[in-house]
């Protein structure tokens, strides 16, 4: 007969299974970063600050002037399955914020000490607090003043899941990841001004970029200056589809995949259809081995790109593959070719 007997079954406590969903969405310091900041540029902000303390192990704070959130609503934000980005299939289907699995802040609050503090009115007394600690307390909403928008401070990340937090690399590792986020988000959008603290100390201040110029500034600060002597501007529409940025030219590429960033409607994507378009760009006039760098902007239809594909949403679909590798390879390749070689020196790094 059987060895094993059976259990009851029963449903998890919502804050332990939380935990067990924060798996997916936390993974480290610099998950916590790209939620926070997704949050903030959903919320319409023209500014956004982090500050990070001890690689981010210790605190996180994302302050933005965005759109805030009411009292009544300040729990709700907590709650998991909770958000204010859709409410019905069709408009997941045209989903144009980052968010919208009303996950992020239920799964962070419960393997951290979370503090968010907002304000949705002009009134710059007119804030209110709400804290949560791991699992045991229920939010608790005080007055607290704040100017329109919100911070979210997110203290002793996984303090109450040791297995998590021993995960946790050295401070300089997990500060390593947390700038990498910091990167892709504040290039993700040139119109936010951005800035970036660790340990009380200023890394990066990016005013908001509305022409090229002040943007390959931003490029220049975020990549190095070098990013953009070996590198083509390019602009390139077709249909409903626009692919704009800088490629790195053949001769300057890198013995590592570490410089390339691809967006789809502002989103950062991992995507192996795009990859192989650019790698078939490239195939030609790049050593075997070598990896071209680049900042790419694809913009299209939502209604033709899934994003609802994976938790983190690093991954797309589009639903007319076909025709967008086909749009990505014959942009670049064009571009490519028309570059004249040796006209901005031959460096490789
Ligand atoms: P999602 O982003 O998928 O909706 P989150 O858990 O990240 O889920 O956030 C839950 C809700 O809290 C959001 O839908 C939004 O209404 C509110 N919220 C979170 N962060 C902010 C912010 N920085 N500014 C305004 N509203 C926010
Ligand atoms: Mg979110």
Known sequence: ???????????????????????????????????????AIDAGSRRIEVDIEAGGARLIRVRDDGSGIGEADLPLALSRHATSKIVSLEELE???????????????????????????????????RVVVEGRQMEPRVTPAPHPRGT?????????????????????????????EAFRRLALSRFDITWVLRHNQKIVHQLPASIDTMARERRIG???????????LHLDLGAGSLRLWGWVGLPTHSRAQADQQYF???????????????IR?????????????????????????????????????????????????FSSL?????????????????
């Open 1 to 39: 007969g059987a060895t094993v007997e059976a259990r009851r079954i029963r449903v998890l406590d919502p804050r332990l299974a939380n935990q067990i969903a924060a798996g997916e969405v936390v993974e480290r310091p610099a998950s916590v970063v790209k939620e926070l900041v997704e949050n």
């Open 94 to 128: 045209g989903v144009a914020s980052l968010g919208f699995r009303g996950e992020a802040l239920a799964s962070i609050c419960s393997v951290s000490r979370l503090e968010l503090v907002a304000n949705a009115a002009e009134d710059p007394q007119g804030g209110w």
């Open 280 to 328: 078939q760009a490239y195939r030609d006039v790049l050593f075997h081995g070598r990896h071209p760098v680049f900042v790419l902007y694809l913009e299209v239809d939502p209604l033709i790109v899934d994003v609802n594909v994976h938790p983190t949403k690093h991954e797309v679909r589009f639903r007319d593959g076909r025709m967008v590798h086909d749009f990505l």
């Open 221 to 231: 600060a975020l990549l190095g200056k070098g990013f953009l002597e070996h590198a």
């Open 263 to 277: 967006f789809v409607n502002g989103r950062v994507v991992r995507d192996r259809l795009v990859a192989h378009a």
């Open 151 to 179: 911070s979210v401070t997110v203290r002793d990340l996984f303090f109450n899941t040791p297995a998590r937090r021993k995960f946790l690399r050295t401070e300089k590792t997990e500060y390593g990841h947390v700038e």
């Open 333 to 349: 390749h064009r571009a490519l070719a028309e570059a004249r070689p040796g006209e901005q020196g031959d460096h490789a790094v």
